[in-house]
């Protein structure tokens, strides 16, 4: 697989060692990284102002997510275990998504919530890193068995 790599966005283990990654996506893009994806961004997910205004009455989140190289073959395994986690084990939902890379036209794939009460505003740290953590972990133990 080809990497895209600039000065914001070194490859995978660079950016592991230089602390870049968030540690709240971590161990979703090390898990990831060890099924034989190859991550090229990613977010913990933060809690943003609506305006710059009105920060201490509404927040927005920004919601977490790693966008990653991967085989279509692959991401089906990938997309299984996040409907089966998404139907017992996680707070919210989560989907995997696929789209085009706009400079080469790669098929990448991407992560994320797809939960209403995030929209909302109804983020809560402490679920999505367990989410996270519990997700990661559900994908080493269905690629490792």
């Known amino acids: 697989m080809e990497h895209i790599e ?44 609506k305006s710059w205004f009105s920060w201490f009455i509404q927040r927005e989140p920004v919601k977490p997510y ?33 789209y085009f890379h706009p400079k080469n036209g790669a098929l990448i794939w991407v992560i994320e919530p797809c939960d209403v009460r995030l929209k909302a505003g109804n983020a809560n740290r402490k679920l999505i890193n367990a989410d996270i953590a519990n997700l990661a972990n559900e994908l080493l133990r269905a690629f490792n068995n």
């Open 6 to 49: 600039s000065k914001n966005h070194p490859d995978y283990l660079t950016a592991v060692c230089r602390g870049i990654i968030e540690p709240g996506i971590l161990p979703l893009t090390n898990a990831l990284q060890s099924i034989g994806c190859n991550p090229l961004a990613s977010c913990e997910g933060h809690i943003k102002p």
């Open 66 to 98: 790693v966008l990653f190289y991967a085989s279509v073959d692959l991401a089906k395994e990938i997309n299984r275990v996040i409907e089966n986690f998404r139907t017992w084990k996680s707070f919210y939902n989560y989907r995997l998504t696929g």
